[in-house]
């Protein structure tokens, strides 16, 4: 997994964090990770592409490192399952 600037500092929360998942319309191995962050008190927010390049080109995400899905929370970049 990537994660782009990442702190302990980023983690700690007092109120619930929303997290925007960026997955492909088709992609059925994401929704066990939005259920994932569901639980564990994240608000998830689930954006449906037809093509995920466009997303992680955007977002300066290095090829080498792409994964299924992309997520945005706290103003940072995850790319693929982060716990």
């Given at each position: 997994p990537w994660v782009a600037g990442c702190t302990p500092a980023a983690q700690q929360r007092d109120q619930p964090v929303t997290v925007r998942v960026f997955k492909l319309?088709?992609?059925?191995?994401?929704?066990?990770?939005?259920?994932?962050?569901?639980r564990e008190g994240f608000v998830v927010d689930v954006v449906d592409v037809p093509d995920m390049e466009p997303v992680r080109t955007a977002r300066g995400i290095p090829a080498e490192l792409r994964s299924y899905h992309t997520a945005e929370v706290a103003g940072r970049l995850v790319e693929g399952y982060v716990p």
């Open positions: 319309e088709s992609c059925g191995c994401c929704r066990p990770y939005v259920r994932y962050l569901e």
